[in-house]
């Protein structure tokens, strides 16, 4: 058990529709990260959020948006759902803001289907 | 910008047996190098990372993964492996000083067979 929480673990909509996706860090963990794990395109780096505030962007695309929260929870939010975007979404923990050197610690998922 | 493939998308072993798992990567500018392992139904746990200094790192569990800049690779090693051992294995890279984006391989899936 990494520490790192994820809810829901499955989610099955349709689409169109918007989901919201939650993660809560490690205790003491000030960045938060979100990964897409998908057959097509593999693992891909979403975005980083450190002490509320965004701090690294990778492919994440404009129909997806993502906040960290006083209490450092954060939740990705994924609007206008296409077939494309069931995957796999792990949301990753480290104590710091350094996402090339901290320890990331991963969180068990959150499973996507668009129908 | 920086690209990382995995040769093996599936490599078959028997236990006690030795494996290697190929990474190559391709950057303009100095990188960091990370392997990753994914056991069924789990989350990613980092396995080890290189930053600086000695090329060869280790992991508590006895892989060991050697930095060559040369050939720009990052091959995870193991003398000897359990059945334990079988997931899937992730190298990913990031540049140094320069945007803050980690690149993942395609993931090579490692099964040890009895």
């Known amino acids: 058990d990494s520490g790192v929480t994820q809810t829901p673990k499955h989610l099955i909509t349709a689409t169109g529709q918007r989901v919201t996706l939650r993660c809560s860090p490690r205790?003491?963990?000030?960045?938060v990260y979100w990964y897409q794990q998908s057959l097509d395109q593999g693992l891909q780096f979403l975005i980083q959020?450190?002490?509320?505030?965004?701090?690294a962007k990778g492919n994440i695309l404009e129909r997806f948006s993502a906040q960290q929260f006083p209490d450092l929870h954060s939740e990705l939010n994924l609007s206008s759902l296409e077939l494309g975007d069931s995957a796999l979404y792990f949301c990753?923990?480290?104590?710091?803001?350094?996402?090339?050197?901290?320890?990331?610690?991963f969180g068990p998922g959150t499973r996507l289907t668009v129908l | 910008a920086q690209s990382v493939t995995q040769l093996d998308s599936q490599v078959p072993v028997f236990e006690e047996a030795p494996v290697e798992l190929r990474c190559n990567y391709s950057?303009?500018?100095?990188?960091?190098l990370f392997w990753y392992v994914q056991y069924p139904n789990q989350g990613l746990q980092l396995l080890l990372k290189?930053?600086?200094?000695?090329?060869l790192v280790k992991s508590i569990n006895g892989f060991e993964a050697e930095f060559n800049k040369s050939q720009t690779s990052f091959h995870l090693r193991k003398p000897s492996v359990h059945i334990s051992d079988t997931a899937e294995y992730f190298c990913?890279?990031?540049?140094?000083?320069?945007?803050?984006?980690?690149?993942f391989g395609k993931g090579t899936k490692l099964t040890v067979n009895p």
């Open positions: 990753a923990s480290s104590p710091r803001d350094y996402l090339s050197t901290d320890t990331q610690y």
């Open positions: 205790s003491g963990d000030l960045s």
């Open positions: 959020y450190y002490n509320g505030e965004e701090r």
């Open positions: 290189y930053l600086s200094g000695s090329t």
């Open positions: 990913a890279v990031i540049t140094q000083g320069g945007s803050e984006k980690l690149v």
């Open positions: 950057s303009s500018v100095s990188v960091y």
